[in-house]
């Protein structure tokens, strides 16, 4: 173990973890933001399904209803381009329209 923070990922959806700065929404909650917030800044590892394949920084953060998310921004970061199944990929990770979510933005190392 590093003793870096670490980000991880079930699926490379849109194969974004290959671009030189990626995005990834995570819910909002107390544990998250906190979390994300002390580690602005810094250098994550970056698995894919247990498996590291990167490093990188956390370069930028913000927070949303995902309801309030440009469409686009979700087509990029999933590979989807129906809204519709969209929001189903999101529920099927428990976040919901009207829930808070935290856009967190990468760059390899």
């Known amino acids: 173990m590093s003793g870096k923070?670490?980000?991880g990922f079930s699926h490379n959806w849109n194969d974004k973890l290959y671009l030189t700065i990626f995005s990834t929404f995570r819910k909002c909650d107390e544990p998250n933001l906190k979390f994300?917030?002390?580690h602005l800044g810094d250098v994550f590892?970056?698995?894919l399904k247990k498996q590291k394949i990167c490093?990188?920084?956390l370069i930028g953060m913000k927070s949303s209803l995902l309801k309030d998310v440009p469409v686009e921004f979700l087509w990029l970061?999933?590979?989807y381009n129906d809204e519709e199944t969209v929001f189903a990929l999101f529920e099927s990770f428990?976040?919901?329209r009207e829930d808070k979510v935290l856009w967190l933005?990468?760059?390899w190392v």
């Open 5 to 7: 923070p670490m980000v």
């Open 36 to 38: 994300y917030s002390n």
């Open 45 to 47: 590892d970056v698995f």
């Open 55 to 57: 490093e990188a920084t």
């Open 77 to 79: 970061d999933t590979g």
């Open 94 to 96: 428990g976040i919901g």
């Open 105 to 107: 933005f990468f760059k």
